[in-house]
């Protein structure tokens, strides 16, 4: 039994020590970067600038998380400067990722992104329908963070899905040069990967600022 108990301890986050949560962030944020260069260079699938900055506030929480780590200082005033670091590089991050949410992701439930050749909609009613989501996102998100009552979430939630009710202009059927499964494929990683790496980012930082300082 003490055993078992000893195991389930050791599988707990939460018990870990302070050392090895920091290693553990510094190795989510460079191996986040790392996939990028390797989708970058090898699947030559080019960053936009949001994602290059995002990059930046990824290498920036991994050069703190990697400091603290090295430090591990004893509870007290040195754990909280390293968690400030930290905190202010990932909130840089999660701005940055809540503007690029607004301008691509949600956009992107409508128009995906597109491999170069393919044939779409008439380009104006497109950007048209874009301009008028990311409007709608921004003013969905800014409520749902800073209003109150269930009003302002009502109406929030209705910015977020007015947009994808209209629908995106499309064609009936698909055109272009490349296979559709290559399509797919490629908006699939596109907005899957700044996804997966703001999860596992935002898992380890949990489990960091939920230990006390």
Same mark, same amino acid.
């Given at each position: 039994m003490q055993k078992s108990a000893g195991m389930k301890s050791l599988m707990n986050p939460l018990n870990w020590s302070y050392r090895t949560l920091y290693f553990l962030g510094a190795m989510a944020c460079f191996g986040a970067i790392g996939y990028a260069l390797y989708v970058q260079y090898h699947m030559l699938m080019q960053p936009c600038p949001l994602c290059i900055l995002q990059r930046v506030a990824f290498a920036a929480a991994g050069v703190f998380f990697l400091i603290g780590a090295l430090h591990a200082p004893e509870p007290g005033v040195w754990r909280r400067f390293h968690a400030v670091l930290v905190s202010l590089s990932a909130l840089g991050g999660l701005l940055i990722a809540g503007r690029?949410?607004?301008? +691509?992701?949600?956009?992107?439930?409508?128009?995906?992104?597109?491999?170069?050749?393919?044939?779409?909609?008439?380009?104006?009613?497109? +950007?048209?329908?874009?301009? !008028?989501?990311?409007?709608?996102?921004?003013?969905?998100? !800014?409520?749902?963070?800073?209003?109150?009552?269930? $009003?302002?979430? *009502?109406?929030?939630?209705?910015?977020? $899905?007015? @947009?994808?009710?209209?629908?995106? @202009?499309?064609?009936?059927?698909?055109?272009?040069?490349? @296979?559709?499964?290559?399509?797919?494929?490629?908006?699939?990683?596109?907005?899957?990967? *700044?996804?997966?790496?703001?999860? $596992?980012?935002?898992?380890?930082?949990?489990?960091?600022?939920?230990?006390?300082?």
């Amino acid at each position: 039994m003490q055993k078992s108990a000893g195991m389930k301890s050791l599988m707990n986050p939460l018990n870990w020590s302070y050392r090895t949560l920091y290693f553990l962030g510094a190795m989510a944020c460079f191996g986040a970067i790392g996939y990028a260069l390797y989708v970058q260079y090898h699947m030559l699938m080019q960053p936009c600038p949001l994602c290059i900055l995002q990059r930046v506030a990824f290498a920036a929480a991994g050069v703190f998380f990697l400091i603290g780590a090295l430090h591990a200082p004893e509870p007290g005033v040195w754990r909280r400067f390293h968690a400030v670091l930290v905190s202010l590089s990932a909130l840089g991050g999660l701005l940055i990722a809540g503007r690029h949410i607004a301008i +691509q992701l949600a956009p992107a439930a409508g128009l995906p992104p597109e491999l170069p050749g393919n044939v779409g909609a008439d380009l104006a009613t497109r +950007q048209l329908w874009w301009m !008028g989501t990311v409007a709608a996102t921004m003013g969905g998100l !800014g409520l749902f963070a800073f209003g109150r009552g269930a $009003i302002a979430y *009502g109406v929030a939630a209705l910015l977020l $899905i007015l @947009p994808h009710a209209i629908g995106a @202009p499309e064609l009936d059927t698909y055109y272009g040069v490349a @296979p559709a499964e290559l399509s797919a494929h490629y908006a699939a990683r596109a907005l899957a990967v *700044g996804a997966a790496s703001w999860a $596992i980012l935002g898992a380890v930082a949990g489990a960091v600022w939920s230990r006390p300082a």
